[in-house]
């Protein structure tokens, strides 16, 4: 609290300066009431202080982020063997890591699919990143994750994740096989390919990958050279 009030205090002296410093002609007068009105308003809208905190943090992670995201882009957004949503041709691509478990991921899961339908070019790479699970807990993330990808199989994933997305219960072993049924996949079949290695890898893969990039939470969205990390995706 204490840095960013040092923060704040600092921006009201620097902004003003920093839009003068192309002009030699601005004077000592002009320069201290454009610094008092810039002050004067830091004050009264101290919200723009935190705004400008948060896009400086935002900005410092992305730049963390950003040489892992560009080893791994080619495999997340061109995995030939990945489900996509939207348009499969699309020219934007969105790269979401989610987990059923997230309250987050559901609450978005709405507008996100608005913006795909209505843009018409967006492909979403929805990659199923299960980090909800405790040690002491049933697997219920890794579960629904496994279930999606064997739904997949059967060529209906978009309709079994349209279903655990929106669903208003809780995630339970019942419910991914009773949400499995509903949307037409064979349960029997669908519990078969759960126990598939290669769909067990791509899961641990891609939670490799996603916590190498730096993604410690759900949702996070990679939008070409940008991100988008959990709760702030309510707000972007």
């Known amino acids: 609290m204490f840095k960013n009030f040092l923060l704040a205090a600092g921006m009201a002296a620097a902004f003003a300066p920093a839009l003068m410093a192309a002009d030699d002609s601005v004077t000592a007068t002009e320069r201290a009431k454009i610094e008092g009105v810039v002050k004067e308003y830091l004050i009264e809208n101290p919200e723009v202080i935190m705004e400008a905190i948060r896009e400086l943090q935002r900005r410092q992670t992305l730049a963390q982020m950003l040489p892992s995201i560009e080893l791994y882009r080619d495999y997340l957004e061109t995995d030939s063997e990945a489900p996509v949503l939207g348009n499969p041709n699309g020219d934007v691509t969105i790269v979401e890591f989610f987990d059923y478990r997230c309250g987050f991921c559901r609450r978005h899961f709405p507008a996100v699919m608005k913006l795909v339908k209505e843009d018409g070019n967006i492909r979403l790479m929805p990659k199923q990143f299960p980090i909800l699970d405790g040690n002491d807990a049933k697997p219920l993330s890794m579960l629904s994750a496994k279930a999606a990808l064997a739904a997949h199989k059967q060529g209906r994933f978009a309709e079994f994740h349209t279903a655990m997305m929106t ?6 072993e019942d419910s991914i096989y009773q949400i499995a049924g509903k949307v037409g996949l064979d349960v029997a079949q669908l519990k078969a390919d759960m126990g598939d290695k290669l769909i067990e890898k791509r899961i641990t893969n891609t939670l ?18 940008d991100v988008v990390l959990g709760a702030e995706a309510m707000t972007a």
């Open 167 to 172: 669903s208003g219960s809780q995630v339970t």
């Open 208 to 225: 490799a990958i996603g916590q190498d990039i730096g993604f410690s939470g759900t949702p996070g969205y990679i939008i070409g050279k």
